[in-house]
């Protein structure tokens, strides 16, 4: 269950590296590609949750990183939830 870091950009310009403790992130995610950010919020929710959920079948607990990581995701994502159109990108992803 190799650990994953991707790189995302909001929509303002600012950049920002997220960790996953799976790599199942990249099958939610293609490298240059903007989602809308209902979208990309639906995606990165499922893909954080499924890697939580592998590491809690492994070791028998929830991972608590990859939790706390989409919960600053969905707080972040807040300020910019009024911006008409307003798309994440993903830059990279980094191991």
Not at 16 to 24: A, Q, R
Not at 51 to 66: D, F, H, I, M, Q
Request: proline content about 4%.
């Amino acid at each position: 269950m190799p650990e994953t870091h991707f790189k995302i950009e909001w929509p303002d310009g600012v950049q920002e590296t997220c960790y996953s403790p799976s790599s199942v992130v990249k099958k939610y995610f293609c490298v240059n590609e903007s989602y809308n950010l209902e979208d990309f919020l639906s995606r990165v929710s499922e893909a954080l949750n499924l890697a939580s959920e592998r590491v809690r079948a492994k070791y028998g607990r929830p991972c608590g990183l990859a939790l706390g990581q989409l919960q600053e995701i969905q707080i972040t994502a807040k300020n910019y939830s009024q911006l008409q159109q307003a798309k994440v990108k993903i830059l990279e992803f980094l191991n």
